[in-house]
């Protein structure tokens, strides 16, 4: 069974950064791609980033060239830097994997889920 735990959330100002860090336990992944979500009450979750297991990656245009997720494969950590935050980045971020190497947008092609972490940006 693979878990996944997030961390790095908080409260910060607009303009400020933050790195979110998702760490993977259970069994190891060979064939794998991962993603960040994200969600605000009442609202659907909203896909931001996604790698797979040979790093290709993409982003959601929201954050594009304000986010970059990244992976350390000899430590089962996913990371997203978060770059000139705003008050509409605020949401409860959510690491996500899969058993598949394409990279997914979709969040039920996701097995895999943690808990998340909340984000909040203040003007």
């Known amino acids: 069974q693979v878990q996944l735990q997030e961390s790095g959330g908080g409260s910060v100002q607009s303009g400020r950064s933050l790195r979110l860090s998702c760490v993977t336990s259970?069994?190891?992944?060979?064939?794998?791609?991962m993603g960040w979500f994200r969600q605000v009450p009442g609202k659907k979750r909203e896909w931001v980033a996604a790698i797979d297991s040979d790093d290709n990656s993409d982003d959601a245009d929201s954050v594009k060239g304000r986010f970059y997720i990244s992976q350390d494969k000899a430590k089962k950590i996913l990371y997203l830097q978060m770059n000139s935050l705003t008050p509409e980045d605020t949401a409860r971020y959510y690491c996500?994997?899969?058993?598949?190497?394409?990279?997914?947008?979709?969040?039920?092609?996701?097995?895999?889920w943690g808990k998340g972490t909340q984000v909040t940006v203040s003007s």
């Open positions: 259970g069994y190891t992944l060979t064939t794998y791609s």
């Open positions: 996500a994997a899969r058993t598949w190497y394409r990279i997914s947008r979709l969040e039920y092609e996701y097995e895999y």
